[in-house]
């Protein structure tokens, strides 16, 4: 019995977390508007050590940005571009970059220069690094069981890839905007209403920009948060990542990623960074009742080399 269980919650975790790992960017299916999200906003201040880099007056600078995402990552190739930030016969374009911004501010910056690479046609070499770390909270059986469990969690952290793209695309087929965090959308549309702080401070000759999430729960297999989902990969559950137990009840809470980005002077990204815990708290039936919560934490590591 002891081992059934254990083969339970493996199968549970690395069904559950592998649907963090990056897809095909073609159909978005990330719920965008239709979910509600009641969470609290808490418009706290930056941590001590990004207040202090933003006391750096040096928060205008001229330089070549990139166009905007939003268009599809299939169009990619037919947008044109080059290094360097600049992209078809679009003119140079000031970066204003919020440093002691507002949320708001900071939010739209976000948007707009994380988009932007989604839809970059230069040539780029990314460097991406990713997997999950998981722990048992609690299970039923107690450590006895937690014991034989642990070790069969998916902790595949770290994970690396690395890819050259050229026109939005790598030689194997992999778009650009799949590769990159949230590979089911061609854009960011974080709402500032669900962003529990923000900060953008200046480092080097450019600027780094961090967005932490409010903290979203939701039950069910299909539940979608609407704010993390606008710049994450959320977790996809079926009544087949439980093997064959019968889900009871499942909740799930996305304890408040975060997103963090260093953007270049020339409007390019030079790296991001991804932390995304999510805890399950589920609830399994197949002639006994097994009780299990979990925390798996997903993180991706980006490096641009142009």
């Known amino acids: 019995m002891k081992r059934i269980i254990a083969i339970l919650l493996a199968l549970i975790m690395i069904f559950a977390f592998a649907a963090c790992k990056g897809k095909d960017d073609k159909n978005d299916t990330t719920a965008e508007s239709s979910q509600d999200a009641n969470a609290d906003v808490q418009d706290t201040q930056t941590g001590a050590a990004e207040s202090n880099a933003a006391e750096s007056t040096a928060d205008d600078s001229?330089?070549?940005?990139?166009?905007?995402?939003?268009?599809?990552?299939?169009?990619?190739?037919?947008?044109?571009?080059?290094?360097?930030?600049?992209?078809g016969n679009k003119?140079?374009?000031?970066?204003?970059?919020?440093?002691?911004?507002?949320?708001?501010?900071?939010?739209?910056?976000?948007?707009?220069?994380?988009?932007?690479?989604?839809?970059?046609?230069?040539?780029?070499?990314?460097?991406?690094?990713?997997?999950?770390?998981?722990?048992?909270n609690s299970i039923t059986g107690?450590?006895?069981?937690?014991?034989?469990?642990?070790?069969?969690?998916?902790?595949?952290?770290?994970?690396?890839?690395?890819?050259?793209?050229?026109?939005?695309?790598a030689s194997d087929g992999t778009t650009l905007a799949s590769f990159l965090p949230a590979a089911k959308r061609a854009s960011y549309k974080v709402d500032p209403a669900g962003v529990k702080s923000a900060s953008c401070v200046k480092?080097?000759?450019?600027?780094?920009?961090?967005?932490?999430?409010?903290?979203?729960?939701?039950?069910?297999?299909?539940?979608?948060?609407?704010?993390?989902?606008?710049?994450?990969?959320?977790?996809?559950?079926?009544?087949?990542?439980?093997?064959?137990?019968?889900?009871?009840?499942?909740?799930?809470?996305?304890?408040?990623?975060?997103?963090?980005?260093?953007?270049?002077?020339?409007?390019?990204?030079?790296?991001?960074?991804?932390?995304?815990?999510a805890n399950v708290v589920c609830k399994l039936k197949k002639g006994i009742s097994i009780d299990a919560d979990f925390t798996g934490t997903w993180q991706q590591q980006y490096t641009f080399a142009y």
């Not at 910056?109 to 770390?133: D, E, H, I």
């Not at 559950?237 to 304890?255: A, I, R």
């Open 203 to 277: 480092q080097g000759s450019g600027w780094k920009v961090s967005i932490t999430l409010v903290t979203e729960s939701g039950e069910g297999l299909t539940y979608v948060p609407k704010h993390h989902g606008s710049c994450f990969d959320t977790l996809s559950l079926t009544k087949d990542s439980f093997g064959p137990f019968e889900p009871v009840s499942t909740k799930v809470n996305y304890q408040s990623g975060t997103f963090t980005f260093v953007l270049n002077a020339n409007g390019t990204l030079a790296s991001i960074n991804v932390s995304e815990p």
């Open 91 to 136: 003119p140079a374009a000031e970066i204003k970059a919020p440093v002691n911004g507002s949320k708001a501010e900071i939010v739209a910056f976000f948007n707009k220069y994380a988009s932007a690479m989604k839809s970059y046609t230069g040539k780029v070499s990314v460097k991406r690094v990713q997997g999950t770390t998981s722990k048992i």
């Open 142 to 169: 107690g450590s006895a069981i937690a014991g034989i469990a642990e070790p069969l969690l998916p902790n595949d952290y770290p994970k690396t890839d690395n890819k050259t793209f050229n026109g939005g695309k």
């Open 62 to 87: 001229t330089a070549v940005a990139p166009s905007e995402g939003g268009s599809e990552a299939a169009t990619q190739g037919q947008q044109g571009g080059s290094q360097g930030g600049q992209q």
